[in-house]
């Protein structure tokens, strides 16, 4: 069986497990296992606490994955109906022999940490604006104490949260006692000092910092700058940058405002940092053009220091060709040597020392070339695919129609189809290769492209990044999925 | 203890309610509580604040930073409350959680608090507890303790044996070296302080080859540090050591590809100058400021120009005037034709200071030029700044050479369509009608002075009316009274109600006028329809301007509804196609 896996290995990658409703019609009040509820500061914060096939109801979309460094958490924001931001711990059991490979990991589940509201539908009053309570983007903040700290932003507003652990809690009143009864004054006869005592954990998740009135279209993209001190937020037009502790002010970097908007060409589709320089970034065009800026140069970075673009095929020239080439996603791989571009049929690798073309093309489902006119009618042409990196850069993934999502090892130049559905979520079931007919007759394991169900996409996958665990998000699931081991 | 309580009820009640609000749910409660801290453990006494108290305190680090920043504070000054010097050390744990949290100004009040409380150590305590804490900080699991650490080094150096010396400079040494950019920074920041308490030999042989390290550190924000540390480290060694191991960094710094690094660079330029000593600056600093005037990125340039003046100055006197001659002033006039306004006002904001140095004769040959340029500068800013800084010029040519090219600048901006424009030059009135005389002022600015008086908007109005006052006080009541009493007055029969008021506002303001109008004021009312003005004694003894509305009011139907209504004006502006905005404030 044909797999994608790195260092040249073929890995076959097995369930591990789901979140999320069944099916779409569930009541959605069902909970399993332990729920807590705690009122903290005004919030209500919900602890969950999963068993083994504990499921998770009432949160229809998962928007987001994230993995933070080698720390086995994971960010997933609900979009619709309630939003919420799901902080899912798993334990990982770290071998304790490492000479002997052949012995099988432990791994852990994961488990719902915590849950709150980051943005609530707000209102604003200059432009008559509704402001939707979505997430556009989240990104983990590099940890500095016990507490986890990320940045969430919604089309206008960009929030710092920290979570954090609470374990202790003060104990001894001297003019009540601990269950709010008044005592008597005249009984007080010695002062009592309150007292720290053990206590569950409690999980909080407090908004420090807001960075919002900046932003004058609809932020699409927040990176953390590898000084750890700064970050940008880009908009369709714009781009800023933020100090981390300074929340009333933020410098425009990039304007492509047009001074008649009638001008207007094209619209910044994502931007990212690079990894580990400082002063670069890159921020990519509706056009497919990738710009990467230097911050050394000048305060201000409307002049690019080197333009990415692929000169376009005349061959494949059609209405749709703009619409296409719009990138809708932009990584860096771990060493910032080269960075990945996904656009609506394809993704690219580039190499930042070579701005002619990308080193790597790989399609994704150049089979629906030719239906591009009713994705057009159905407006799934706009859809944003992200796309993301495996631990050591050898293996890329990304999103596809029909729950599919596809890798491309880039040594052994392979690729795999795989689909995340409810049929093969039996534990440690082994993923199998999916493969769509394109053109010429139909074999017998083939799927048509007219039989591709469109409303069910992933948008949204992660790779940890030391590990092969991956998370990927349908339309209602978080699926997760890891390599098989003996 | 059993005597004492008897009587103790009503004495510990406060206490008892502070020590509670200790754990409320009101934040602002808990706040005032932390606030009396000291009351609450002067009450408890020093024993039972040590085993009760402080440990309580130590593990409050959940609350509010506006809480924990208190604490910190307080902590500061506790060690009488805790039994004097020989007990301080108590008072380290808490501080060293609060040292630990994620908020840079708790953990900078906390860093704070542990460094006056360090110098209350005696040096065994220093060295037992202090040192220790100095060591678990710097090697703590996340880079806040870490960067916390850093500003801690320096006040215990002295104080230990040359063993822990060692350990410390190690430990130094190792932060400067973290991982994380954020440590990095703040180990170059404290680098400077700490080479200060360092012996001499330590400093060459290990604080050095830090700060070269941390001056080409691949992060921006860590290099531009860097900069600071140069001018502490360069004020500690001779000047041919200066040459051999700072300027290598300096210059690099100068022609840093980071323009944050330069701008750094141009921000300190005075205080490296000093630093360096004269010699160096002649033969280096001299061309890294030329070169900083002609850098691509104007944030730099713009910094550089507003320190002309002061580098200039801060040349050794001797050969001064041929280096401003041939190095500097030559970039200068660039920079007057700058494409970016904000590099030309700050130059414009100097450049004056450099005529006394380069003496009458270069400053008419060379500056006068210049600045006569800068007058007819589209940005207003810069003619502002020339015009505000013009006395330094009078006194090496005299204002005449100017005056014939300042007055159409000056016209220029008194009617400038930007108001906080118009605003600023009226400020500058009394000092250019100082400068260029009674004449020259009632010839050609007093009709400017009297035109503000009716501008349209209030704030230019009022220093219009301010501007009356000074003039008055400086050219003497004979001229108020020729010049200006009689178009105040020609004012208050003006049908414009707002051209009535200002009227009041002069005579307000103008004491020398207000004895001659008192009368008067009353007199040149002549609209048909005025109240009377009523002038009230103030309790300190001034007088108060009032207007007798009572027959007005007495005769006025009162509208239920004077103010449209706001659901009103929304209906009305439903079906408009064009919805414009009136100001109500300020203008009536």
């Not at chain 1, 970097?253 to 990894?275: C, G, Q, R, S, W």
């Not at chain 2, 005597?3 to 009101?26: C, F, H, T, W």
């Not at chain 2, 064009?578 to 300020?586: A, E, G, M, V």
Request: aromatic share 8%; glycine share 4%.
């Amino acid at each position: 069986m044909a797999g994608v896996g790195s260092g040249g290995n073929d890995i076959q990658w097995c369930f591990s497990q789901v979140k999320g409703a069944i099916d779409d019609d569930v009541a959605e009040d069902f909970l399993y296992g332990k729920v807590v509820y705690q009122k903290i500061t005004n919030m209500e914060v919900k602890i969950l606490d999963f068993g083994s096939h504990g499921l998770l109801q009432g949160f229809k979309w998962i928007s987001k994955l994230m993995y933070w460094m080698n720390k086995l958490w994971l960010l997933v924001p609900w979009k619709v109906p309630v939003l919420l931001v799901l902080l899912v711990k798993g334990e990982m059991i770290e071998k304790p022999n490492k000479q002997n490979k052949s012995q099988p990991h432990c791994r852990g589940e994961y488990n719902v940490y915590s849950t709150f509201q980051s943005h609530e539908p707000e209102f604003d009053y200059l432009k008559s604006l509704e402001i939707e309570e979505k997430i556009n983007k989240i990104r983990w903040l590099p940890q500095q104490n016990a507490a986890q700290f990320l940045l969430s932003t919604n089309d206008k507003t960009i929030k710092l949260w920290k979570i954090s652990e609470r374990d202790k809690r003060p104990e001894g009143y001297n003019l009540k006692e601990e269950d709010g009864r008044y005592r008597d004054p005249a009984t007080v006869t010695t002062l009592k000092v309150p007292v720290f005592k053990p206590m569950d954990l409690m999980v909080e998740a407090s908004p420090r910092r807001i960075f919002a009135n900046a932003h004058t279209y609809h932020i699409n993209s927040i990176s953390v700058n590898s000084d750890y001190e700064t970050y940008l937020s880009a908009d369709d037009l714009r781009i800023n940058l933020w100090h981390l502790e300074i929340t009333d002010r933020s410098f425009n970097i990039v304007d492509i405002k047009p001074a008649n908007m009638e001008e207007l060409t094209e619209v910044i589709t994502a931007a990212e940092f690079h990894p580990n320089q400082c002063n670069t970034f890159v921020y990519s065009s509706s056009k497919g053009t990738i710009r990467l800026c230097d911050m050394r140069a000048a305060a201000l970075c409307d002049k690019h220091a080197k333009l990415f673009e692929e000169p376009e095929d005349p061959s494949n020239r059609s209405f749709f060709s703009e619409i296409i080439s719009s990138i809708s996603d932009v990584k860096f791989n771990h060493s910032g040597r080269y960075m990945m571009t996904r656009d609506y049929l394809s993704v690219k690798i580039w190499d930042l020392n070579m701005e002619s073309r990308p080193v790597e093309t790989y399609q994704v489902h150049e089979y629906l070339r030719s239906k591009l006119c009713s994705l057009y009618e159905n407006d799934c042409i706009f859809d944003k695919f992200e796309c993301c990196w495996n631990g050591c850069d050898s293996v890329v993934m990304t999103g596809s129609y029909n729950n599919f999502f596809r890798m491309f090892d880039r040594n052994t130049k392979r690729d795999i189809t795989l689909e995340a559905s409810r049929e093969n979520s039996k534990p440690r079931a082994i993923l199998k290769p999916r493969r769509v007919c394109s053109g010429g007759k139909r074999k017998k394991d083939e799927i048509s492209v007219d039989s591709l169900d469109f409303n069910k996409k992933i948008l949204h996958t992660a790779w940890h990044p030391k590990e092969n665990i991956i998370a990927v998000a349908t339309t209602n699931n978080l699926y997760i999925f890891q390599d098989k081991v003996n | 203890m059993a005597a004492s309580s008897a009587v103790g009820d009503d004495s510990l009640y406060p206490i008892a309610v502070l020590i509670d609000e200790l754990r409320n749910e009101d934040v602002q409660l808990r706040l005032n509580s932390i606030k009396k801290l000291s009351t609450i453990a002067l009450a408890l006494g020093v024993e039972r604040t040590r085993t009760e108290l402080l440990p309580f305190l130590t593990d409050t680090i959940y609350d509010e930073d506006e809480v924990l920043l208190a604490l910190a504070e307080q902590l500061g000054s506790f060690t009488a409350l805790v039994g004097g010097p020989a007990f301080v050390n108590c008072l380290l744990p808490p501080l060293e959680s609060l040292a630990t949290v994620e908020e840079t100004v708790v953990r900078d009040k906390a860093v704070e608090s542990l460094r006056v409380i360090s110098k209350e150590h005696s040096s065994p305590d220093l060295e037992r507890h202090f040192v220790p804490l100095v060591k678990r900080l710097a090697s703590g699991d996340w880079f806040t303790s870490r960067t916390s650490a850093c500003g801690l080094f320096s006040v215990c150096y002295q104080r230990v044996p040359n063993s822990v010396k060692a350990e410390l400079r190690l430990n130094f040494k190792n932060l400067c070296m973290d991982d994380t950019p954020m440590v990095r920074r703040a180990a170059a920041a404290k680098l400077g302080e700490f080479a200060k308490v360092l012996e001499l030999e330590h400093l060459k042989s290990e604080i050095i080859p830090m700060f070269t390290m941390l001056a080409s550190d691949e992060q921006d924000s860590v290099r531009l540090l860097a900069v600071e540390a140069c001018v502490s480290i360069a004020e500690l060694l001779k000047r041919e050591e200066v040459e051999k191991l700072v300027m290598p960094t300096l210059r690099q710094a100068v022609e840093d590809k980071s323009w944050r690094v330069r701008y750094m660079v141009a921000d300190k330029f005075i205080e490296l100058q000093k630093a360096i000593g004269p010699e160096i600056t002649k033969k280096d600093l001299v061309p890294a400021f030329q070169n900083l005037m002609k850098d691509c990125e104007a944030e730099v340039r713009a910094s550089t120009a507003s320190k002309v003046r002061d580098f200039c100055e801060n040349l050794p006197t001797d050969g001064r005037q041929q280096i401003i001659m041939t190095h500097i002033l030559p970039s200068v006039k660039e920079l007057v034709s700058d494409a970016n306004e904000h590099v030309k006002s700050a130059l414009a904001s100097v450049i004056m200071g450099l005529s006394p140095m380069l003496g009458k004769e270069n400053t008419v040959e060379h500056l006068l030029p210049l600045f006569l340029t800068q007058l007819k500068d589209e940005c207003p800013e810069v003619r502002l700044n020339i015009i505000s800084n013009l006395d330094c010029v009078n006194e090496v040519i005299g204002i005449r050479q100017l005056s014939q090219s300042l007055l159409p600048a000056i016209v220029e901006l008194a009617e400038d369509a930007k108001w906080r424009v118009r605003l600023a030059i009226i400020e500058y009135m009394p000092l250019l009608a100082g400068q260029l005389g009674v004449e020259f002022f009632n010839e050609k600015l007093n009709s400017i002075c009297m035109a503000w008086l009716v501008d349209h908007v209030f704030a230019v109005r009022e220093a219009a009316t301010n501007n009356l006052k000074k003039l008055t006080q400086k050219f003497g009541k004979i001229w108020a009274q020729n010049t200006i009493i009689p178009k105040v007055l020609a004012m208050s029969s003006n049908p414009n109600y707002l051209h009535r008021m200002t009227t009041l506002f002069c005579v307000n303001v103008n004491k020398e006028i207000e004895s001659m109008l008192t009368n008067g004021i009353i007199d040149v009312r002549c609209s048909q329809c005025c109240s009377p003005i009523v002038m009230v004694p103030k309790p300190e003894g001034t007088q108060r301007l009032c207007v007798d509305y009572r027959k007005v009011n007495a005769v006025t139907r009162t509208d239920s509804y004077p103010i449209p209504r706001l659901e009103d004006c929304i209906e009305k502006v439903g079906q408009s196609a064009l919805i414009s905005n009136f100001q109500t404030w300020k203008e009536h």
